[in-house]
């Protein structure tokens, strides 16, 4: 089992900077394929950043290169989503996701087992 909790979210301006971050709990972090995930209304949920357990390998989606920067730190069991030059296509509720049985980062929503209750991100125009 692992327990998942999102914090960070909030209302920011188009253009601004924001950091989600996700304790973890219930596993060994180390070892816990991490994954954040997000949900704008009326949408199916989407990839956004995964990062691998070993070696810290990283993967984004199209839309967040070069804007959202994925990282965790083991000692603290939290993994982290640092967003710059948000856009209000960025609202969404985010998720974060842990895969414990894999090595490597995928996109795939049904490759993670544990998801947590979601922080909303707004950004306005």
């Known amino acids: 089992q692992v327990q998942l909790v999102e914090s960070g979210g909030g209302l920011v301006q188009a253009g601004g900077p924001l950091r989600l971050s996700c304790a973890a709990s219930?596993?060994?972090?180390?070892?816990?394929?991490m994954g954040w995930f997000r949900q704008a209304p009326g949408k199916e949920r989407e990839f956004v950043a995964a990062?691998?357990?070993?070696?810290?390998?990283?993967r984004y989606a199209d839309s967040v290169k070069g804007r959202f920067t994925i990282s965790r730190d083991n000692a603290k069991n939290t993994v982290y989503l640092q967003m710059i030059s948000l856009k209000p296509e960025d609202t969404a509720v985010y998720y974060c996701?842990?895969?414990?049985?894999?090595?490597?980062?995928?996109?795939?929503?049904?490759?993670?087992?544990?998801w947590g209750q979601g922080t909303q991100v707004t950004v306005s125009s």
């Open positions: 219930g596993r060994t972090f180390s070892r816990v394929v």
């Open positions: 990062i691998s357990s070993i070696g810290g390998g990283t």
């Open positions: 996701a842990a895969d414990p049985t894999r090595w490597s980062t995928s996109a795939a929503e049904d490759r993670y087992d544990y």
